[in-house]
């Protein structure tokens, strides 16, 4: 091959790249429907290999080379269909068709027809497979996209619905607060944290006054209103670091974490006296409820058993002393 032939070839090439390197490089392939621009560089590439075969004057050269301009074609089969790919071979056989026309045209190098003419079949034939193959390869990866696509949609509902289990089994199903094993799973790293930081945290227990005689006169449906009512009441005014759930029965559990004792007294007598003000206009327009709370503030040297039974005996001097009101484990000591 004359080394003409092969300078210009690389010149084509090199021009060719350079033009949609700046495409790329400056954005402005992004404008187009297919910024890859795939099809029209496997339609450009043909062109240095097509400008090689009408400068060639051997024939049988001219048909060796050909196969250079087929391998872009392969570039095509992560991106084209088999419409695009049909599409692209026809704009190969219809280059090639005018260069051979160019050829005859000139008549400086004699043609062999039966040797053209079998050189397009074959083109035609090659092109038309690559297009079957690549068409077919790219709905294999069209389809394999949608599972992955259809698998990835599965793993965020399972999620989802996990989590959302996780939601109702550490919930309590009456009034939608938390329930006992998640508090006391709260109360457990609280405890955890504390061993290995400073700042304290305290709880409340608060038990709902004279709630028996409430399912006695009004009727249990009457008592479960009350309750959710209650945690709703409570629920309002929690700080994000706050957990409040259902301890069991009419009584509730409030934690507080990086909350001294004379902190959670002031949070739980602003509880109470909002469940005091609380109306229940369908139980009756006079029917009010009340709240004892028991507070303790968690030592370092104890176990959250321990801080738990602490406020639950400020609870039960709370009852003892007339309900409706708020005390802390220090008027315990105090006593």
């Not at 991106?79 to 160019?102: D, E, H, K, P």
């Not at 062999?112 to 294999?140: C, D, K, R």
């Not at 902190?263 to 709240?291: C, H, M, S």
Request: overall charge neutral; hydrophobic content about 45%.
């Amino acid at each position: 091959m004359p080394a003409r032939i092969v300078l210009e070839f690389i010149g084509f090439m090199s021009v060719f790249n350079a033009a949609f390197f700046w495409l790329i490089h400056s954005n402005i392939n992004l404008k187009f429907r297919d910024p890859s621009m795939t099809a029209v560089q496997m339609v450009v590439s043909l062109i240095p290999a097509l400008w090689v075969v009408y400068a060639l004057e051997d024939g049988q050269a001219r048909a060796v080379f050909l196969l250079v301009g087929i391998v872009p074609a392969l570039y095509g089969i992560l991106a084209l269909n088999t419409r695009q790919f049909l599409l692209v071979g026809i704009f190969y056989l219809l280059f090639y068709g005018i260069t051979m026309f160019m050829l005859w045209i000139d008549g400086s190098m004699p043609l062999n027809p039966p040797l053209e003419v079998m050189q397009f079949i074959a083109l035609a034939l090659v092109t038309t497979q690559i297009a079957v193959i690549g068409g077919y390869i790219n709905g294999l990866r069209g389809q394999l996209r949608k599972r992955n696509g259809e698998l990835r949609v599965a793993t965020t509902e399972l999620a989802e619905a996990l989590e959302k289990i996780g939601e109702l089994a550490s919930r309590d199903s009456l009034t939608g607060v938390f329930n006992r094993r998640h508090l006391l799973d709260v109360l457990s790293k609280e405890a955890n944290r504390r061993k290995r930081s400073t700042g304290p945290f305290s709880l409340c227990i608060m038990d709902v006054d004279h709630f028996k005689k409430v399912n006695d006169e009004f009727g249990h449906k009457a008592g479960d209103d009350v309750l959710r009512e209650v945690a709703l009441a409570t629920s309002r005014d929690l700080r994000g670091i706050d957990c409040f759930g259902r301890y069991g029965g009419e009584e509730f559990l409030l934690i507080l974490p990086q909350t001294p004792l004379e902190g959670a007294r002031i949070k739980a007598e602003r509880v109470r006296q909002g469940i005091e003000n609380l109306r229940f206009p369908e139980i009756g327009p006079d029917f009010r409820i009340t709240v004892s709370i028991g507070l303790a503030e968690h030592r370092d040297s104890e176990d959250v058993d321990a801080t738990i039974h602490r406020a639950d005996m400020a609870l039960y001097r709370a009852k003892h002393e007339g309900r409706n009101r708020t005390i802390g484990e220090d008027s315990l000591q105090s006593s």
